[in-house]
């Protein structure tokens, strides 16, 4: 039997629900099918150490999703569905090898006192960067939330340009142009105020000398600091619980442990989708797909569906390098060198200097296991300490950037490596850390193989699906001519990670798609 909807969205991540969402609250019937055992993508938490301990699993910072228009707008039903927020206003912070730390706050005279007391001159620097951020974060932040191309766009683009004048138009020029090493060297003095901005470029696959890759970390520091970092109380699931909580009360459905394995195309037209089971269901109106472009044009779509520049685009899109992840539930807070305040932070990161991510990066590229990677080790307790029984700790760790697949002898790859890298992780922890061994009560190690393994759309490993240099970004991301959600079959429409704005949990590619569809008029019948 063929089941009818009037739109069927592939996969449940943050993005297939938000467009599931969108579409339901207008009258459509929406079904999502989600291959895994449970919705969220890369947004889950789960007991993975002990009872009790509940650890976000992939992602966890919610800024982006906090600063979506999608969250402006559906706060409320958030909330009655059993969504909150629990926020630090300490939000990251970089360790030394010699036994300090600097550490950015949401008050911003304590970072600058701080900074210049090591420093002056990285005083005067940040100082500068604050207020370069005054100055060009209203256009960034307005470009990276509306769709690409579009006349609000061009609207966004000019005014910015009428408003900033020649000066400021050289300098957000600059800025885009430049890579994240340019920019620190340019405002400040010493490595290890560097080190508090650079590191946010790995978080996407930006080394520190990937030319346009200062943008996202300059971003991310002065956001942070003057908002600080947020996660969801009682776990990134309540999160996902309550956009499916919306979803059904407006009559959506949502299938688990199923995978879509074609889209149907009929006269050039997206007319449903097929799944594993072997049932085949019928979309009336739209058919919206959060995968991969490579698994869009290899997997989904047979070659007469797509013409064959498209297919090319997609096929050749790019992965960034793959990701880690430790999930540790500890007896005590971590014992840091640099003195009780770090373990205050949400997010301290170790690698320690833009140099040793540099080095980092190439490795990871080149196929090698970075010595030093960076460590981004996440205090979700000590945001959020509804997460864990009294007395209890948990450290989420990321360790990036990788290789998607490990070099071993026996070539058995990352299932072969993870544990013995995992042992590389703790050392360097231990180094910063002393005595943090004796603390551990569980540990779960997830490699960028085990990654791919519970979401296709982390390929390698590539916590964001897909590159975010220039090549593929903006206008480029997926591919040019689809960065407005549309595919090039009638009816397709392609959103999440892999399109503009990319990676991270910002909203913005499913409900701009599902506004879009609502806007061309292709009403419920
Ligand atoms: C370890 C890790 C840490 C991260 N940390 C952060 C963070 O702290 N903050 C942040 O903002 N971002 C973070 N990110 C990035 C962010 O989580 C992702 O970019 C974001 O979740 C992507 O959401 P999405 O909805 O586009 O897709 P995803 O969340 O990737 O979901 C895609 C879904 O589609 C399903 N699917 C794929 N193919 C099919 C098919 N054929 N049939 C059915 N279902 C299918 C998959 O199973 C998956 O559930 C992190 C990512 C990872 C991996």
């Not at 609000?152 to 020029?173: C, F, I, K, M, Y």
């Not at 978080?203 to 970092?229: N, S, T």
């Not at 449903?272 to 089971?277: A, N, R």
């Not at 000590?382 to 760790?397: E, F, I, K, N, S």
Request: hydrophobic content about 45%; proline content about 6%; some cysteine.
């Amino acid at each position: 039997m063929t089941e009818r909807y009037d739109a069927v969205v592939i996969g449940a991540g943050h993005n297939g629900l938000v467009a599931a969402v969108t579409l339901a609250e207008a009258g459509y019937h929406v079904l999502v099918v989600e291959a895994a055992s449970e919705a969220g993508g890369a947004l889950r938490s789960a007991e993975l150490t002990r009872p009790g301990y509940v650890h976000d699993v992939f992602a966890t910072n919610l800024n982006l999703f906090l600063g979506s228009a999608f969250y402006a707008s559906r706060r409320g039903a958030l909330e009655r569905h059993g969504f909150e927020v629990a926020a630090s206003t300490r939000p990251y912070a970089s360790a030394f090898p010699d036994g300090t730390a600097l550490g950015v706050t949401t008050d911003r005279d304590e970072t600058l006192a701080e900074l210049g007391a090591a420093s002056p001159g990285d005083a005067a620097g940040w100082r500068e960067l604050d207020a370069l951020f005054d100055r060009l974060s209203p256009v960034l932040f307005r470009t990276y939330a509306a769709r690409a191309p579009s006349w609000e766009l061009a609207r966004v683009g000019l005014g910015a340009l009428r408003s900033a004048g020649p000066s400021g138009t050289v300098a957000l020029g600059r800025l885009l142009l430049s890579s994240c090493r340019e920019l620190v060297d340019e405002y400040l003095v010493t490595d290890k105020a560097k080190a508090l901005i650079a590191p946010w470029g790995l978080h996407l696959d930006f080394g520190p000398d990937v030319a346009g890759g200062a943008v996202f970390p300059f971003l991310e520091a002065f956001a942070d600091q003057r908002g600080g970092m947020a996660v969801a109380k009682g776990g990134a699931r309540t999160l996902v619980d309550a956009l499916v909580g919306v979803l059904r009360a407006h009559g959506g459905e949502l299938r688990t442990a199923t995978r879509v394995t074609r889209v149907s195309v009929r006269d050039g037209r997206a007319v449903g989708v097929e799944l594993d089971t072997g049932e085949r269901v019928t979309a009336a109106r739209a058919v919206v797909a959060g995968v991969t472009p490579t698994s869009l044009a290899g997997d989904l779509l047979g070659p007469a569906d797509l013409p064959g520049p498209s297919r090319r685009a997609l096929t050749t899109y790019r992965y960034g390098p793959g990701t880690m992840m430790l999930h540790l539930s500890l007896s005590a807070p971590v014992p840091w060198a640099a003195g009780e305040r770090l373990a205050s932070f949400a997010y301290v990161h170790l690698a320690p200097y833009v140099d040793d991510l540099a080095r980092a990066y190439a490795d990871a590229l080149a196929g090698r296991l970075p010595a030093e990677p960076l460590l981004v080790v996440g205090q979700t307790s000590a945001v959020d300490p509804t997460r864990v029984p009294d007395g209890g700790h948990m450290l989420w760790v990321q360790v990036r950037p990788l290789p998607a697949t490990a070099p071993t002898r026996r070539r058995g790859g990352w299932d072969d490596a993870a544990p013995r890298y995992a042992e590389r992780v703790m050392r360097k922890l231990e180094r910063y850390a002393p005595g943090i061994g004796e603390l551990v009560t569980g540990m779960a190690v997830l490699s960028p193989a085990d990654l791919e393994r519970q979401n296709a759309n982390l390929v390698g490993g590539d916590s964001l699906s897909g590159s975010m240099h220039l090549r593929q970004n903006f206008l480029l991301r997926p591919a040019w001519g689809m960065s407005g959600y549309r595919t090039p079959v009638r009816d397709l429409w392609m959103i999440g990670a892999s399109t503009w704005p990319g990676g991270g949990l910002n909203a913005v590619s499913g409900y701009q798609a599902a506004q879009r569809i609502l806007r061309r008029g292709r009403r419920p019948r």
